[in-house]
Nanobody, 117 residues
Framework: QVQLVESGGGLVQPGGSLRLSCAAS????????MGWYRQAPGNQRELVGR???????KYADSVKGRFTISRDNAKNTMYLQMNSLKPDDTAVYYC???????????WGQGTQVTVSS
């Protein structure tokens, strides 16, 4: 099993920054890709960005140039650096991991990000 724990959410002013962390434990060596999703009230859960074990990244158009995904393999942790935050970025952010078989995936519990004055 893979266990994912998000942290780093909170309240930030528009234009500010936050860094989210997702720590993986268990079968971390079986992970093919990890990604961040978010869900705002009344909206569908959407992909924010993802990173593969090979380092390939992709981002939603809405966050390109503002958000950056990275990882620290020694710590089995993925990060989401969020800059120039907007109120529309307010959502619960979820960490996701896809296994090497590209069939099974796992989710963290989510962390709340609120962008407001």
């Amino acid at each position: 099993q893979v266990q994912l724990v998000e942290s780093g959410g909170g309240l930030v002013q528009p234009g500010g920054s936050l860094r989210l962390s997702c720590a993986a434990s268990g079968s971390f060596f079986s992970i093919y890709a990890m990604g961040w999703y978010r869900q705002a009230p009344g909206n569908q859960r959407e992909l924010v960005g993802r990173i593969t074990s090979g380092g390939t990244t992709k981002y939603a158009d809405s966050v390109k140039g503002r958000f950056t995904i990275s990882r620290d393999n020694a710590k089995n942790t993925m990060y989401l650096q969020m800059n120039s935050l907007k109120p529309d970025d307010t959502a619960v952010y979820y960490c996701n991991a896809v296994l090497l078989n590209r069939v099974e995936d796992y989710w963290g519990q989510g962390t709340q990000v609120t962008v407001s004055s």
